[in-house]
C-alpha cells in the first residue's frame, strides 16, 4: 500500500510539531508575516500550526530548513 506524496508531507508537518510547538510557531509567525501566532499560547496555536503546515508547502519547506539548520549547528 503506498502513501500518496501530500499524506507524506502531513506526517512531516506533525513531526515538526512534535519538536516544540512554540519554536514552530515562532518561526513561522516570522517567515510567513503572521505576527498573530506568536500572540498565540501554544497549546491554541497547535491545531493552527498543524493546518498551515498541511496546506502551505512553503511552511513545510521553512521548518525543514530550519530544523535542518538546527540539527547541524548542535554538531
Do not use: C, W
Request: avoid cysteine; aromatic fraction near 2%; charged fraction near 25%.
Amino acid at each position: 500500500m503506498t502513501t500518496p506524496e501530500n499524506d507524506l508531507d502531513a506526517l512531516g508537518a506533525l513531526d515538526y510539531l512534535n519538536h516544540g510547538t512554540g519554536e514552530v510557531k515562532l518561526v513561522l509567525a516570522k517567515e510567513l508575516n503572521r505576527p498573530d501566532l506568536a500572540d498565540l499560547s501554544n497549546e491554541a496555536a497547535g491545531p493552527i500550526l498543524e493546518q498551515i503546515l498541511r496546506s502551505d508547502p512553503r511552511a513545510l519547506e521553512i521548518m525543514r530548513v530550519h530544523f535542518s539548520r538546527s540539527s547541524k549547528s548542535q554538531h
